[in-house]
Every structure is written in C-alpha cells, then in structure tokens.
C-alpha cells in the first residue's frame, strides 16, 4: 500500500501564485507515475498534470499548461505542484494520486492511489 497526504491548499486571489505538496510513504518502490487531479463543486474529477516518479514523461491539461508546474523530489518522496496565476475557475479540492503501472495516463480510473485532498480557493 501507498500512503498519500496533500498539504499546501488555501484562499487565495486572482494571479496569485500557491504550491502543493504530496507526500508518499509505504511500498513507495511500486510507483512509477504521480499525478494531480481537482474536484469542482458538483462536477466530476478532472485530471491536472502527471509526473514519472523516476522521470521520464509529464503531461499537463490544457487547461493548466503555462501556469502549473508539477515536480518531485525522491529523496523525500514528495511530489509538488506549483500554480502560478492562478484564476477563480482553478478553485478546486486539488487530489494527489500514485499509479503503479509504466504507462502515462491521465485517467482518474488508473490511479491505484488517492490523498484526501486539499481545498485551493481563488478569489476574484
């Protein structure tokens, strides 16, 4: 099993800047890929960006591509994203998820792994 926790969420205002953190414990060996999702109110969990957790591929949503930058750091086994002008559609509860498989994937279904969320809230 993989151990999740988010932290880093909070209120903030239009084009402001705010980072998330993700940190994994466990059979941490077993992951090969993290990725972020975020839950609107009332709508449906929408990918955000993923990362190789040894490298390799990262892929972004469109919608986030040029703001948000996803990392990690192994040594600690943490993964961060950092959101950059970040508007009120970013408002969110922002999900940190493992997957054990070798492909890239930006399904919410392939994830094996899920933290409990954080609540990111960007006001106008």
């Known amino acids: 099993q993989v151990q999740l926790v988010e932290s880093g969420g909070g209120l903030v205002q239009t084009g402001d800047s705010l980072s998330l953190s993700c940190a994994a414990s466990?059979?941490?060996?077993?992951?090969?890929?993290m990725g972020w999702f975020r839950q609107a109110p009332a709508q449906g969990r929408e990918f955000v960006a993923t990362?190789?957790?040894?490298?390799?591929?990262?892929y972004y949503a469109a919608s986030v591509k040029g703001r948000f930058t996803i990392s990690r750091d192994n040594a600690k086994n943490t993964v961060y994203l950092q959101m950059n002008n970040l508007k009120p559609v970013d408002t969110s509860v922002y999900y940190c998820?493992?997957?054990?498989?070798?492909?890239?994937?930006?399904?919410?279904?392939?994830?094996?792994?899920w933290g409990q969320g954080t609540q990111v809230t960007v006001s106008s």
């Open positions: 466990g059979r941490t060996f077993s992951i090969n890929y």
């Open positions: 998820a493992a997957r054990s498989s070798v492909w890239l994937s930006m399904a919410e279904g392939e994830y094996d792994y």
């Open positions: 990362n190789g957790w040894s490298g390799g591929l990262t």
